[in-house]
């Protein structure tokens, strides 16, 4: 099995070594996890090494001694694959050659700077580097400096892709049932000599919640909409059951675009979709059209509802409160995300904001990246 997922492309090949090193150090990778390590590496790419890190150990590591000594591992491994680059250049044998066109071609090493293996005297970078992390994170979307933008981008999008990851782990977690099943548990160990590391459960594997967003994207929102976005497109590596649809006075369904693999496809598809942008706000007559168009569709007792919205709506405060109140009976929860709400003096006493707290179960700020990260432990 090895041989045949080594020979098929330069990534798995180098995910295959260094799961087959991690297992000599004395973690139970087998090749349940090996395989699930390439599923991984396929969804999250290789180019952000530290996401990357983060991905493998997720799925690799299931206790927390495991978890501390994966960085080491990971470092450790990826810096002697460097240095065997090296000397395979200089005097390569017949199997050294097609190690070194498979890491050559690797974009991991590529990716990999000495950082890996961060020396002591490299910690004093790593704390100012999570001190302008936590500056980035608490800053406002609409007081981003340009200077900043392009930085606070990256980082919201691999943060929020880690956001993801974590909640995807934990629907497999919570899908387990109520019985050991004997026979698939000896049989998915076979691996680690019979040892039942790995249980396998019986019973009906409930199904994962559905998330549906609602992204308001008129023009009171345009310094808030296209972060928003990359939360949205985020998410969808959550799980394949979320939808988004986007709208100001009418709505548009972008569900399709924004499971496309890279960012830069979603917003070429974006562009060539008809949207509205910054428009006008009608959300009561934009719920309504959604509940006449979709809410069969998408919406269930199983379905977390989300709008993000600044409630500025034009239109009367009887419709949205009627149309929020249709879509309440249909879902689990809704929650409601304000980016005014983030303002100290900001209160939510608009008509269109006063008509829907009644029929909103979590009503929480979506002003800067530390408030989309909070909504985790809302999902």
């Given amino acids: ?30 090749l349940q996890q090996t395989l699930a390590a390439l599923e991984t590496a396929k969804a ?3 180019g952000d090494r530290q996401l990357f890190a983060f991905a493998l150990r997720a799925v690799l590591c299931s206790s927390h001694e495991e978890w501390e000594e994966f960085d080491r591992l ?5 810096s002697r694959a460097r240095s065997s680059l090296k000397d ?32 002591p005297e490299d910690e004093g970078k790593l704390v100012l580097g999570a001190s302008s992390q936590q500056r980035l994170k608490r800053m406002d979307f609409s007081e981003a400096p340009q200077t900043d933008l392009a930085v606070l981008e990256q980082l919201s999008l691999r943060l929020l892709r880690q956001m993801s990851l974590r ?9 387990a049932g109520n019985r050991v099943d004997l026979r698939r548990t000896i049989r998915r160990n076979v691996t680690r000599g019979g040892d039942p590391f790995v249980l396998a459960y019986k019973g009906r594997k409930p199904q994962p919640k559905r998330l549906v967003i609602f992204l308001d994207i008129s023009g009171s929102m345009n310094l808030y909409s296209l972060f928003l976005l990359r939360f949205a497109y985020a998410l969808q590596e959550c799980s394949k059951r979320v939808d988004t649809f986007l709208f100001s006075t009418s709505v548009v369904e972008v569900s399709d675009i924004l499971r496309r693999r890279q960012l830069s496809d979603v917003l070429n598809g974006l562009s060539h979709r008809a949207v509205e942008w910054s428009g006008g706000t009608k959300i009561g007559g934009s719920l309504a059209e959604f509940n006449r168009q979709h809410s069969r569709r998408v919406l269930s007792r199983r379905t977390v509802f989300i709008i993000l919205s600044d409630g500025w709506d034009t239109g009367e405060p009887e ?13 689990e929860k809704l929650i409601w995300l304000n980016p005014l709400l983030g303002l100290k003096e900001y209160e939510p006493i608009t008509r269109g904001m006063k008509a829907a707290l009644p029929y909103v179960d979590v009503f929480a700020p979506a002003h800067n990246l530390e408030s989309l990260l909070a909504l985790e432990k809302h999902l």
């Fill in 1 to 30: 099995m090895d041989a045949v997922l080594v020979d098929s492309d330069p990534l798995t090949a180098a995910i295959v070594a260094f799961c087959r090193f991690v297992r000599s150090q004395g973690l139970p990778v087998g």
């Fill in 44 to 46: 999250v790419g290789s």
């Fill in 74 to 78: 990971f470092a450790t491994f990826w």
């Fill in 88 to 119: 395979a250049g200089k005097n390569p044998g017949p199997v050294g050659k097609a190690a070194l066109r498979s890491l050559r071609g690797s974009r991991m090493l590529a990716g990999l700077s000495d950082s890996a293996a961060a020396s």
């Fill in 167 to 175: 909640l995807s782990r934990r629907l497999k977690i919570e899908s």
């Fill in 319 to 331: 419709a949205l409160a009627l149309e929020l109140q249709k879509a309440k009976r249909r879902v």
